[in-house]
């Protein structure tokens, strides 16, 4: 009959859903993440996941989810003493303290992979008891299994090379990664694993729109929340696609964020002598001053031709002595704006850091202060600018460069260029420079005992028998 043929249809269906999971790109995903044990990571790998750490920022973004959502006295809230929300929220607050300034780590392909992490993870361990708690290497295996989890997708993936367009990466990817790290803190199987993984996918993705806004840092909280909610659904046995991750022709996965993915298998720890996590060959950026990554370009470059202004005899830099600035960049839509109206467009504008940089020889955390921004020769100097984009300087982390050509009334020519900041990966920040970062933003909220506790935590994190050291200078 037909009924019978319908269900025995089904039962085939079912049967090949089943076996999915043991011949599949996302089988192989779910198989990593339960599989890889600390012996896996290098030391380099472990000294750069540390660095990673040590720079989160802290910052206030308590005030309104406070009231919205009621504690459950569980997780805690970055330097608000005392205070507690559940875990989910707890990661979703701290997620967006970390982005609030624009000032945490950036990876090539590009995204803001640690917040989208840590704040997922330290909520866990808040919530288990305290005879429970991971030790450090545990933790510290978590977040790089996050880590490595969203640099593999970007990779599956040309398009994600380039400054993005469409969706903002850490709330694709990010969310994919919290789900992982949190997936592998909470010791879950390799099908449950997947299956955080694919829910994760359905909470994942948020527009390039809002960037520039006070929404962005939204951004990096829904991905540690909703990774968090994910592994936690598939912990207690919610299911979804066994091919999230697989090129399904026909059904959208994980290829409705980048049209061009083109997914492969990864190699569970068993089936190769030594796994080499991306963060061995791809190190990450650090950023000097709180602004879109693409900013500490044009900045640097504007700092040199500052530093040859003030070495003329009048040792001083005033508007009416400039009649053109010149900009060479990269074409990226949301970060050429040649007027900004607050401090987040500020973030996101090289016509601002550039007339920033020329004016005052740098760019600071009071480089985008209402005073700073509205100040009336700086909107002088922003009327003098033109951008082009070169066809050799792509919207690319890893390729772009910035040139800044001022002239003046006079009719003399300055010029800088910048194709390496301080603090990119080719030109990395230095472990002084790092903590002197991390000292300025942790002070802002912590006590300098709990600043100096939370450093030494790091350096030994993956020696101590639990994160408790980790977790106390936070409360």
């Known amino acids: 009959t037909l009924t019978s043929t319908l269900t025995s249809t089904t039962r085939r269906q079912h049967a090949l859903q089943r076996t999915a999971p043991e011949e599949t790109v996302t089988s192989s995903f779910g198989r990593f993440i339960q599989g890889v044990q600390p012996s896996h990571l290098?030391?380099?790998?472990?000294?750069?996941?540390?660095?990673?750490?040590?720079?989160?920022?802290?910052?206030?973004?308590?005030?309104?989810?406070?009231h919205m959502y009621a504690p459950d006295d569980i997780s805690f809230v970055y330097g608000r003493n005392g205070t507690k929300l559940s875990p989910t929220l707890a990661a979703f607050v701290n997620g967006v303290a970390v982005h609030s300034m624009d000032f945490d780590d950036t990876w090539h392909p590009a995204t803001h992979p640690s917040g989208a992490v840590l704040p997922a993870l330290l909520a866990i361990s808040d919530m288990l008891p305290k005879n429970s708690k991971p030790r450090g290497v545990d933790l510290l295996l978590a977040f790089n299994v996050g880590i490595e989890i969203q640099g593999r997708l970007l990779r599956f993936s040309n398009e994600a090379r380039n400054i993005p367009k469409r969706f903002h990466p850490p709330t694709v990817v990010g969310t994919m990664g919290s789900a992982a790290a949190c997936a592998r803190l909470l010791s879950l199987d390799p099908t449950q694993c997947s299956n955080a993984l694919a829910i994760a996918a359905s909470l994942s993705g948020a527009p390039m729109a809002n960037a520039a806004t006070q929404s962005k840092p939204l951004h990096i909280g829904n991905a540690s929340r909703l990774g968090l909610e994910a592994a936690l659904l598939a912990s207690r046995g919610l299911e979804a696609s066994p091919l999230i991750l697989d090129a399904v022709p026909g059904v959208a996965g994980f290829s409705a964020f980048y049209e061009d993915y083109a997914p492969q298998p990864l190699p569970s720890p068993e089936e190769v002598e030594m796994h080499s996590f991306l963060l061995e060959e791809q190190d990450m950026a650090f950023k000097r001053f709180p602004a879109h990554l693409g900013m500490h370009w044009v900045a640097d470059a504007a700092a040199t031709v500052h530093k040859a202004l003030m070495d003329l005899p009048i040792r001083s830099i005033s508007p009416n002595m400039v009649q053109d600035i010149l900009l060479r960049v990269p074409h990226s839509k949301y970060i050429n704006r040649p007027y900004p109206e607050s401090e987040h467009q500020a973030r996101h504008s090289f016509q601002f850091n550039a007339c920033t940089a020329l004016l005052d020889g740098e760019v600071t955390v009071q480089s985008f202060q209402n005073e700073a921004v509205l100040r009336p020769e700086l909107y002088e100097l922003l009327s003098r600018v033109r951008v082009e984009h070169p066809q050799d300087n792509p919207a690319n982390f890893n390729r772009m460069y910035a040139e800044v050509e001022v002239t003046l009334v006079s009719g003399d020519v300055f010029r800088g260029r910048c194709d390496t900041f301080y603090g990119h990966w080719r030109n990395p920040l230095s472990e002084e420079s790092l903590k002197k970062k991390f000292r300025n933003n942790a002070g802002a909220v912590l006590t300098p005992d709990r600043v100096d506790a939370l450093v030494q935590a790091v350096d030994e994190l993956e020696y101590l028998d639990d994160c408790t050291p980790l977790l106390t200078p936070l409360q």
Request: net charge positive; hydrophobic share 35%; aromatic share 4%.
């Open 42 to 66: 290098s030391p380099k790998v472990i000294q750069r996941s540390k660095r990673m750490v040590t720079t989160e920022v802290f910052d206030l973004a308590l005030q309104h989810c406070q």
